[in-house]
C-alpha cells in the first residue's frame, strides 16, 4: 500500500540506499494515517464506512493539524526576546553552557571513525576496545535519556569542504532570488520580512533554512546520507533493524542546510517537532524523526558564531517545565540546597568540522544569534542538517508550498 502513496519512502534490507533524496511528501502525520486531508478517504486504519465516523475522523484531523501549527509558528515574545547582554557576556555563557559536565556526558565516539582527522594512537586504542555494537547502544542510550548527543569525527573532512564550497554558491542563488522578489531579509532588529517558500523559509531575523538542491551531489554522498557510524544509531532509534523489518525502516526526508547570518537573533525556543501523545510526557515514547547536525567549518560551531543550544531530557518534558528551565536560565544561576543535584538548564555543544550531533525531533533547542560581525571577522554560519524519520511521519510543518525558483 506504501508503494501507492506520492512520495513514499523505499529502503532495501538494512541501508537507506534507496531513498531518493528531496522527494515530495505531501500531507502530514493525521493525512498519512486517515488518507490524504483532500479527499473522502477517511478509512484509513481504522476500516469504518460509516458517515459520521469519517465526518468525526476529518474534523479531528483538521482540529489537531491547527493545533500543531499554533503551537509551531506563533511565537511567545516572552520566551524568544533576547536578554540585553554584552558580548562578552553572551560569550561568557554560551562558554559556561559548553564546559558543563553533561556535554562530555553525551559525547560519543564514531563506531568507525572518520580517516582524515588527526586522531593520536592512544585514543584510537581506547576507542577500538569497545565493541560496535555497544558503542552504537550507548549512543542511543544518550539521545533517548537526554535528547540529544554528539558523536566525534564521523564525516571526513574533504567531503564537508566540497559541500562549504556549493554550499557558497547556494547562498549566492537563493540570496538573489529573495532580493529579486523584493524581500527584505537582510536587515535585523524586528525590520526582516518573514518568509515560508518550498525550497527555503526564514526561522528568525537572520536566519534561514532551505533544502534547494541539497538532494544533489556533494550532499548526496553516501558517507553523508548513509554514513556508517551514524547509520546504526539511526536504525536503534527509529526501527528497521534488520532486513526482516523492511517496511519499518526509517527514511531520509531530506537533506538541509541552516544560514546564520552575522547579526541574527536568537531563534524562539522550540521543538522541530510536537510530541504525539502528551498524555505520556515524562514517559519513555521513542522518537520518531531525528535531526543530524554536521559543521561544514570549524569556523560555523565557534562561540561567537553562535552554537546551538538544548535544553537535556526536554524531549520528555510537558511544556510548563520546559518554560520553567527557560525562565529559570533568564533569571541567572540558582542557588540549590547541599541536598540537590543541581542540573544544567540549557546546555550548547561546540562541535569540530567532522563531528556531528545527533537530536531528537522533540527536544526543545535554539539557534542562538552571530555575533561575528562585532569582532570584525562577519561570516555566515552554516550547518548541514539531515532528518530521518520512521516511514509513516510526513514532515509538513517546516516549509511552504509556494516556490521561490
Known amino acids: 500500500m506504501a508503494d501507492k502513496k506520492r512520495g513514499a519512502c523505499t529502503s532495501q534490507n538494512s541501508s537507506l540506499s534507496k531513498i531518493v533524496l528531496g522527494s515530495e511528501m505531501p500531507g502530514s502525520l493525521t493525512s498519512s494515517l486517515f488518507g490524504e486531508s483532500n479527499s473522502d478517504n477517511t478509512d484509513g486504519i481504522f476500516g469504518s464506512s460509516s458517515p459520521l465516523f469519517a465526518q468525526a475522523v476529518r474534523d479531528r484531523v483538521e482540529e489537531?493539524?491547527?493545533?500543531v501549527k499554533r503551537a509551531k509558528i506563533v511565537v511567545d515574545k516572552e520566551y524568544s526576546d533576547a536578554v540585553e547582554d554584552s558580548d562578552q557576556e553572551i560569550i561568557a555563557r554560551r562558554k559556561a553552557q559548553a564546559e558543563v559536565q553533561l556535554v562530555e556526558d553525551v559525547t560519543c565516539q564514531a563506531v568507525h571513525p572518520a580517516n582524515d582527522t588527526d586522531s593520536t594512537v592512544e585514543e584510537e586504542s581506547d576507542h577500538d576496545s569497545v565493541p560496535a555494537d555497544v558503542q552504537v547502544q550507548e549512543t542511543a542510550g544518550v539521545v533517548r535519556n537526554h535528547g540529544f548527543a554528539v558523536v566525534r569525527n564521523v564525516v571526513p573532512r574533504k567531503i564537508l569542504e566540497a559541500i562549504a564550497t556549493r554550499?557558497?554558491?547556494?547562498?549566492?542563488?537563493?540570496?538573489?532570488?529573495?532580493?529579486?522578489?523584493?524581500?527584505?531579509?537582510?536587515?535585523?532588529?524586528?525590520e526582516t520580512e518573514m518568509f515560508r517558500f518550498h525550497e527555503i523559509a526564514s526561522r528568525c531575523a537572520g536566519r534561514m533554512d532551505l533544502r534547494h538542491e541539497t538532494s544533489t551531489p556533494p550532499f548526496s554522498d553516501p558517507t553523508i546520507v548513509e554514513n556508517i557510524s551514524l547509520l546504526p544509531v539511526i536504525h536503534s532509534l527509529l526501527g528497521g533493524t534488520s532486513a526482516r523489518d523492511a517496511a519499518h525502516m526509517p527514511c531520509l526526508v531530506y537533506v538541509g542546510l541552516i544560514l546564520s547570518f552575522p547579526g541574527s537573533d536568537n531563534q524562539p525556543w522550540h521543538q522541530d517537532g510536537m510530541p504525539l501523545f502528551t498524555e505520556l510526557s515524562g514517559s519513555s515514547v521513542p522518537p520518531y524523526a531525528l535531526n543530524i547536525f554536521l559543521p561544514l567549518t570549524d569556523e560555523d560551531t565557534s562561540l561567537e558564531a553562535g552554537p546551538t543550544e538544548f535544553i537535556p531530557g526536554s524531549h520528555r518534558l510537558p511544556e510548563d517545565q520546559v518554560m520553567a528551565v527557560v525562565d529559570r536560565e533568564k533569571r541567572g544561576p540558582v542557588e540549590t540546597s547541599g541536598n540537590e543535584e543541581e542540573q544544567p538548564g540549557v546546555v550548547g555543544p561546540l562541535l569540530q568540522q567532522g563531528d556531528a550531533l545527533i537530536y531528537d525531533y522533540r527536544v526543545c533547542h535554539r539557534g542562538t544569534s552571530n555575533l561575528t560581525h562585532h569582532n570584525g571577522k562577519a561570516r555566515v554560519r552554516k550547518i548541514l542538517y539531515l532528518m530521518y524519520a520512521r516511514p509513516w511521519f510526513k514532515e509538513h510543518l517546516n516549509f511552504g508550498t509556494d516556490k521561490l525558483f
Do not use: F, H, P, T
Not at 532580493?179 to 537582510?186: C, K, T
Open 64 to 67: 489537531n493539524k491547527a493545533k
Open 167 to 190: 554550499a557558497d554558491e547556494i547562498e549566492q542563488q537563493v540570496c538573489s532570488a529573495l532580493d529579486a522578489r523584493g524581500i527584505q531579509w537582510r536587515d535585523g532588529g524586528g
